[in-house]
């Protein structure tokens, strides 16, 4: 079975500071894994995605996660935080073994930009 | 790309009422997925579809859900004898079948059941 396990619910950092939202993954198989971003109600938006090419992975509006196999983490970060960055934050895994049919979310981090 | 489209945003019903939401997904896309999201929790997910056939129902789909895909393009969800525990969020998704093709979400439809 796969999980995420998102480690922060709530994750509060100034304007123009880094952000740091950290998932942990567990999957049987090969994984491919997701960040997607929710602003209040709202659908959600792809910010990147591994599907194993590069273990660096750059999304849309400056984010990028990196693939740790050894830590089976997929940490997300940006380097400046923007006010519009306040949103909540889900990391997703699939079996891309088995296609990508069936995401599982993790529980989500709120992100709470400080001005 | 217009985007998934959701239909209705919002829909407020007594308990043990009918009800059914609609998605239209992007054009090209043949594979349809619904989710459900309750208050403070991740997506969850319900079923899917590739053209018109469902692949896929999870075990939170009770028999009182029903999805449709009639023609392999809009779907609907229809919940028959709504429940309090039915309040939450309904997101529809599309994608290209294949390795690694990305879902793409609507807006949703938030279901209040008084």
């Known amino acids: 079975a796969q999980s995420v396990t998102q480690l922060d619910s709530h994750v509060s950092v100034s304007e123009g500071t880094p952000v740091l939202l950290r998932c942990n993954y567990s999957?049987?198989?090969?994984?491919?894994l997701f960040w997607y971003v929710q602003h209040p109600n709202k659908g959600l938006q792809l910010l990147l995605k591994?599907?194993?090419?590069?273990?660096l992975v750059k999304g849309i509006n400056g984010f990028e996660a990196e693939f740790k196999k050894s830590e089976t983490s997929f940490h997300l970060t940006k380097p400046s935080a923007h006010m519009s960055d306040a949103a909540e934050y889900f990391c997703?895994?699939?079996?891309?073994?088995?296609?990508?049919?069936?995401?599982?979310f993790g529980t989500g981090t709120r992100l709470t930009i400080i001005p | 790309d217009t985007g998934v489209s959701q239909n209705p945003r919002h829909k407020i019903t007594k308990r043990g009422q009918n009800v059914t939401f609609r998605c239209d997904p992007i054009?090209?896309?043949?594979?349809l997925y619904w989710y459900r999201q309750t208050l403070g929790q991740g997506p969850e997910f319900l079923t899917y579809?590739?053209?018109?056939?469902?692949?896929?129902k999870s075990r939170l789909l009770s028999d009182r859900f029903s999805a449709e895909r009639p023609k392999g393009s809009f779907s609907t969800l229809e919940i028959q004898r709504t429940e309090q525990g039915d309040s939450a969020m309904y997101l529809c998704?599309?994608?290209?079948?294949?390795?690694?093709?990305?879902?793409?979400f609507g807006d949703g439809t938030r279901l209040s059941i008084l």
């Open positions: 998704a599309s994608s290209l079948s294949g390795y690694n093709q990305p879902q793409h």
């Open positions: 999957s049987s198989y090969s994984p491919s």
């Open positions: 591994y599907t194993s090419a590069a273990t």
């Open positions: 997703v895994v699939s079996d891309r073994d088995f296609g990508n049919e069936k995401l599982t």
């Open positions: 054009s090209e896309h043949n594979r």
């Open positions: 579809f590739q053209n018109e056939a469902q692949l896929e």
